[in-house]
């Protein structure tokens, strides 16, 4: 296999028995995003010689004998909604266009902190609002599987890279399946932890009691070296948990026998195409067939989650939004008043879909609505959390299908919010209850990838992934790569 289609641990060990060296690795992938990124469009912003100098730092440290960890040296890239000392960090918004962070976000000092190379910034739906990547104020990212389809969203970018073989991992953001959704429709492993487990300090907010910082990785080993990397507690983070990181690598056994899995029913119903639900009830049937009880049981509010979300996301995005008014930083418009000033700026600096959550937001908070909208909806999610706890009083996992559709042709539902917005229809729930969940890759329908979503208890992502890697280690579906020649 080409070097840019290996995983990071496959990377770092042939780095660690000094096979190659990571600057070498590193030009190698830099080779590759100049081959390959042009059609796929992933990237908005490369540095590129800033990666070539952190290679090299690690390849002096190495050769001095330092103790280094499993990342040392391994090229990745960032979601552009992460802040980056001193490199541009957009949200694919022509309001920050031209945002240089004087700060890192504490998973980017992490990853330092870990040896990590930085390639470059990856493209996004704006302010994370989006579920194909369609939404970037630049230009939409491709599945590399099939350059005519979406790769998802918001994280599009992120996903893309790692399966076009552009970066050997990523960060991604998920306030309601923007990795998950993505690494399903682009075959890759994409990981939402538990709201908490991982530092949102420096994550531009689009909703903060929704938004998690998560790994998009080519398989469940690599998954469980980033998380264990970028998790922890973080004082800056008030909703940060203080509970320790377990060895999550330790829980990497192909091993599932006696352990019960749910499997709701509401997650196959209408919108869901027969052949995703069909390859998804297979992979469940492989589980079982590995050792795991599997059961069918009900979430009954499940069909609330979706009403219920396009409430409290756009509430929070209009409180976290309002701070974009060209008066502190990010663009500004002129205009004859302050008010005209703020006005221009809004106007022209959020693209459509981010004007109509700021909208809805705004409504459902306001006076006189609050109580009919916004304090109903978080009445709903308490009763999904509800459903959820009574689901794990009896279950170690549940399984569902990640989306109910693999992924769609770009501009088919440009048009039509309602229909992007039931693409997160599984994933969502998941968030307005604060769980953790992974996408992994269990088949293929049409030749394009189908995602198998696992969702844990409370910071049970150790159980997480060692169901995950039970089921990758006993199928292929994770070693394929999609077919990208070079121009």
């Known amino acids: 296999m080409e070097l840019y289609y290996l995983t990071a641990h496959e990377l770092s060990d042939l780095l660690n028995r000094k096979e190659i060296s990571s600057e070498e690795a590193t030009a190698a992938i830099i080779d590759r995003i100049e081959a390959v990124d ?13 990666a070539l100098e952190e290679a090299r730092a690690v390849d002096a440290a190495r050769a001095r004998g330092a103790a280094l960890g499993p990342l040392a040296g391994v090229p990745m890239a960032l979601k552009d909604n992460l802040c980056t000392e001193g490199v541009r960090t957009t949200c694919s918004s022509r309001m920050l266009a031209d945002w240089v962070p004087p700060y890192d976000a504490t998973v980017v000092r992490r990853l330092k902190e870990a040896g990590a190379v930085m390639l470059g910034k990856l493209n996004m739906d704006e302010f994370a609002m989006g579920s194909s990547t369609e939404n970037s ?6 599945n590399p599987w099939d350059l005519e389809r979406v790769p998802g969203g918001s994280s599009g970018g992120a996903v893309a890279a790692v399966a076009a073989g552009e970066a050997y991992y990523s960060l991604g953001s998920d306030t309601g399946g923007s990795i998950r959704q993505p690494a399903s429709f682009c075959g890759v492993v994409g990981m939402k932890p538990t709201y908490g487990r991982v530092s949102r300090y420096g994550l531009v907010a689009f909703a903060s009691s929704l938004d998690q910082i998560g790994p998009i990785t080519r398989d469940v080993t690599d998954c469980a070296l980033v998380l264990e990397a970028i998790a922890g507690h973080d004082p800056r983070d008030s909703t940060s948990a ?18 019960k899995i749910g499997v709701p029913r509401e997650y196959f119903g209408a919108g869901m195409e027969p052949e995703v639900a069909a390859i998804v009830r297979r992979a469940i049937a492989k589980l079982e067939e590995l050792g795991a009880v599997c059961e069918e049981t009900s979430l009954p509010h499940t069909e609330y989650a979706l009403p219920a979300y396009y409430l409290v996301a756009p509430a929070e995005a209009s409180s976290n939004l309002a701070r974009y008014d060209g008066v502190s930083y990010g663009l500004r ?124 208890r409370p910071f049970a992502e150790a159980t997480l992934l060692q169901a995950a890697y039970a089921f990758e280690q006993s199928t292929e579906y994770h070693r394929r790569r999609p077919e990208l020649g070079v121009a």
């Open 38 to 50: 042009g059609r796929v469009q992933a990237y908005l912003t490369r540095t590129a010689e800033q």
């Open 333 to 456: 418009v002129p205009g004859k008043d302050i008010i005209e000033m703020y006005m221009n700026t809004r106007s022209e600096g959020f693209g459509p879909e981010v004007k109509r959550r700021i909208m809805l937001g705004t409504y459902a908070l306001s006076s006189g609505y609050y109580d009919a909208y916004y304090l109903k909806a978080l009445k709903v999610r308490t009763l999904i959390r509800r459903d959820f706890e009574a689901a794990f009083e009896k279950y170690d996992l549940l399984a569902t299908p990640t989306s109910p559709t693999v992924a769609f042709r770009l501009g088919e539902k440009a048009g039509d919010p309602l229909a992007m917005y039931l693409s997160d229809l599984c994933t969502i729930p998941v968030n307005m209850a604060g769980l953790p969940a992974l996408s992994l890759p269990c088949g293929f329908s049409q030749g394009l990838p189908v995602g198998l979503q696992l969702i844990g």
């Open 242 to 259: 203080d509970l320790p990181v377990p060895d999550y690598r330790s829980s990497l056994k192909p091993e599932v026998k006696g352990l």
């Open 137 to 142: 104020r630049f230009y939409p990212t491709r």
